[in-house]
Every structure is written in structure tokens, then in C-alpha cells.
């Protein structure tokens, strides 16, 4: 049974940092594409980075180097490091898993967790 929770949202001063975390069943963290999506009302979600099997890593176009996204092998968790945060990214941010090689497309992630708030505000 795939597993995916998320944790580490919340509420940060704009140019802060957050750490968010998502805790996978031993199997899906080996084998998937873990990635991290966020979605704000009314829009669609938004990729923000994916990590693959051998450790590569991709990002959104407006990451801009704010966001470092890892994986953890010991605990079977992903992280997502977010500096230099700005009120846009504001957002509910979903870990996910896909059993593609390497996508950027949310359809394409079978998998998902509950999501946690980040909310960016001074």
C-alpha cells in the first residue's frame, strides 16, 4: 500500500524558509518519482520539483534556486527546502509518486498525499 504524508507546513514571514517533509512507504520511495506539487484555489497544481529513482532532480521555472528538493534513504523521505519564500508561494504543496522515469505533468503522478498549508505572510 503506497504511503505518502506530508508534514513541515505552515506559517513564515516573507524571505523565510520552510522545511517540508514527506514520509513514503519503503517501496514507493525506492522504485517512484517522488515530486512535490502545490495548488492555490481556483488553479490548477502547480509542479514545483521531483526527485527520480538515481537521485536527479528538476525544478519549476520560478524555483529560481530558492528550493533544494532530496531524498533521504535511511527514513524513506523526501524534503523540500524552501528559502527566500514570497507570499506567491503561498499554497497547499502535495508530495507525490509516479512510476514514470521523469514527468512534470501532475496526471502523470498515480499517487498522492494530503497536502500541507504553507502560507507565506507578514
Known amino acids: 500500500q503506497v504511503q505518502l504524508e506530508e508534514s513541515g507546513g505552515g506559517l513564515v514571514q516573507p524571505g523565510g524558509s520552510l522545511r517540508l517533509s514527506c514520509a513514503a512507504d519503503?517501496?514507493?520511495?525506492?522504485?517512484?518519482?517522488m515530486g512535490w506539487f502545490r495548488q492555490t484555489p481556483g488553479k490548477e497544481r502547480e509542479f514545483v520539483a521531483a526527485?527520480?529513482?538515481?537521485?536527479?532532480?528538476g525544478y519549476g521555472d520560478f524555483v529560481k534556486g530558492r528550493f533544494t528538493i532530496s531524498r533521504d534513504y535511511a527514513s524513506n523521505t523526501v524534503y523540500l527546502q524552501m528559502n527566500s519564500l514570497e507570499p506567491e508561494d503561498t499554497a497547499v504543496y502535495y508530495c507525490?509518486?509516479?512510476?514514470?522515469?521523469?514527468?512534470?505533468?501532475?496526471?502523470?503522478?498515480?499517487?498522492w498525499g494530503q497536502g500541507t498549508q504553507v502560507t507565506v505572510s507578514s
Open positions: 507525490a509518486a509516479s512510476a514514470s522515469a521523469w514527468t512534470m505533468r501532475s496526471e502523470q503522478y498515480g499517487f
Open positions: 519503503r517501496s514507493t520511495f525506492l522504485n517512484g518519482l
Open positions: 526527485t527520480g529513482r538515481t537521485g536527479s532532480t
